[in-house]
């Protein structure tokens, strides 16, 4: 592949393959700002659970209220368990993230068996507008889950899932089903699907770039003349 000639992938695995191994939020991020998406990370309270965690795949959104009474007598979804979170964690499908919010947030919204049901389905990772529990038992799972930490209190008598493949927003970042999510140590970053292309082309031609700028500066290169010959920093 010639240096002007852009990266090209034929399907999710083979992209998803290039973000694990060359990208990282940072790059990504700066792209949609050069391209005017200004407002595509979501807040910074969501971790990643384990040292290391990386996820990247498509959204599969969902949408979870607090619901206060168990039961109802016109609304039927509020008498099932969990109301639509099993058949929304059935639903997962391979190099899908389960990206939920809509809780207070006052309880856990992911755990040790549904990581483990959604591994099993070759999904990519869960990322909850909320808490995560059952720590040592994801971590053993080995299932990259982003949340706000780590709170044992049970989603079942506090909350339910309402909804899913929906259009969802977290605090003022809108998610649509299908974007791409790209998460690491410093954040998750949403990749709207009308973009993807370019901004994938042009944050593995930058990562590579600052690569070569990376080593003309630990070769001792000043900051100011790197960037007048590479226009990154």
């Known amino acids: 592949m010639s240096a002007n000639q852009p990266q090209t992938w034929l399907n999710d695995d083979e992209l998803f393959h290039i973000i694990r191994t ?62 639509l979170m099993l058949e929304a964690l059935d639903d997962l499908k391979k190099n899908e993230v389960y990206v939920c919010t809509g809780s207070s947030p006052t309880y856990a919204l992911w755990g040790e068996l549904m990581s483990v049901r ?33 709170y044992a209190q049970d989603q079942a008598p506090r909350g339910k899932v309402i909804d899913y493949r929906v259009p969802i ?42 690569r070569i700028v990376l080593k003309r500066l630990q070769e001792g290169m000043a900051a100011k003349a790197a960037f007048e010959e590479y226009k990154i920093m």
């Open 22 to 83: 060359e990208l990282y939020t940072s790059v990504v991020g700066d792209i949609m700002d050069v391209l005017g998406y200004m407002n595509q990370f979501l807040p910074p309270q969501l971790r990643p659970l384990s040292e290391g965690d990386f996820i990247v795949g498509r959204a599969m959104t969902v949408v979870e209220a607090d619901i206060v009474s168990q039961g109802s007598v016109h609304n039927p979804l509020l008498n099932k368990s969990f109301g």
């Open 169 to 210: 927003n977290i605090k003022g970042v809108t998610v649509n089903p299908g974007d791409i999510l790209v998460g690491d140590i410093d954040g998750v970053c949403v990749v709207p699907q009308a973009i993807e292309t370019e901004v994938f082309q042009r944050a593995i031609e930058k990562a590579r770039g600052e």
């Open 118 to 150: 959604a591994k099993y389905l070759g999904a990519a990772g869960a990322i909850v507008d909320g808490y995560s529990r059952d720590t040592h038992g994801i971590r053993a799972v080995g299932f990259p889950v982003f949340s706000y930490g780590c």
